[in-house]
């Protein structure tokens, strides 16, 4: 996905991540725009965007099924609802990531676990005129006329979680503008930090997360600007991504409630 032609949109590859998470266990999304907007939280207008690409042909497509489209409509007399093409393929990309996921956190915990323990083989006693002494085995070099003193706290930090480079990439290009500092190393630390948080959390998140707060910031002005949040902040222990950031109304959006309201008070006497 990152390698193909949808690398060039990334309104239609959000939509299509989207897609594959949503989608039942037979590749379908049976959903109108305007509710994948609801529950996704993603702006209706990115939605529409995406779909309509994601229906296109695509002549550069590694799939020669139906021209290269990656979703089809599931009845020609309603305008919604959708199989995603070759879903099977997508579904066992995920499940490979998946399982990557899980083998890194497996390797992060055991490291963890190693860097704050010592085996008991680590340690040997020495005595030495009446005095004991320990020394490490393992990871020094025997020397059989001299006994090191054996420091009892971790030498090793515990390691964080590998941030996928490609993720990454693509949520820095959908995070908003920012005028000022931005460190992205941080932000990197903030993510890292966030999946050592929760088993459940994914990159679906935190890019879905960033894009409506990119529509967020471009509805108030804010992009480009000193205004928008830093993206270690974004990504910190508030988790600021998981927020539906709709957009304040509009000033006609504004009236209209007020006509509304004023509407049903005289109504109601």
């Not at 093409?85 to 497996?106: G, S």
């Not at 190693?114 to 393992?138: L, P, W």
């Not at 820095?172 to 948080?197: D, H, L």
Request: one cysteine or more.
């Amino acid at each position: 996905m990152y390698d193909g032609t949808l690398s060039t949109d990334w309104k239609a590859m959000i939509i299509f991540q989207q897609f594959i998470v949503l989608a039942d266990s037979e590749g379908i999304v049976d959903y109108t725009p305007e509710a994948l907007s609801r529950r996704t939280g993603i702006p209706l207008d990115i939605i529409e965007h995406g779909i309509a690409k994601l229906q296109e042909p695509d002549s550069y497509s590694r799939s020669t099924d139906l021209d290269g489209r990656r979703i089809s409509l599931l009845d020609d007399h309603r305008p919604w609802g959708w199989s995603i093409v070759n879903y099977a393929y997508y579904r066992d990309l995920v499940t490979r990531e998946d399982r990557r996921v899980k083998a890194r956190e497996r390797k992060r915990k055991q490291r963890e676990s190693q860097s704050q323990t010592y085996d008991s083989n680590d340690v040997s006693q020495d005595f030495t005129d009446g005095h004991a002494k320990s020394r490490k085995s393992r990871h020094e070099d025997e020397d059989a006329n001299e006994h090191a003193d054996v420091d009892l706290k971790p030498t090793t930090a515990p390691s964080v979680p590998d941030v996928d480079a490609q993720n990454f990439e693509q949520f820095k290009k959908v995070y908003p503008k920012r005028s000022g500092a931005q460190p992205w190393s941080r932000a990197r630390k903030a993510i890292s930090a966030r999946f050592r948080e929760s088993d459940v959390l994914g990159w679906t998140d935190l890019i879905a997360g960033a894009v409506r707060y990119a529509a967020y910031c471009e509805v108030t002005a804010k992009t480009g600007t000193e205004f928008v949040m830093q993206a270690a902040t974004f990504c910190g222990p508030e988790k600021h991504f998981s927020e539906p950031w709709e957009p304040p109304p509009t000033k006609s959006e504004a009236r209209q409630d007020q006509n509304i309201d004023a509407g049903l008070r005289w109504l109601d006497g």
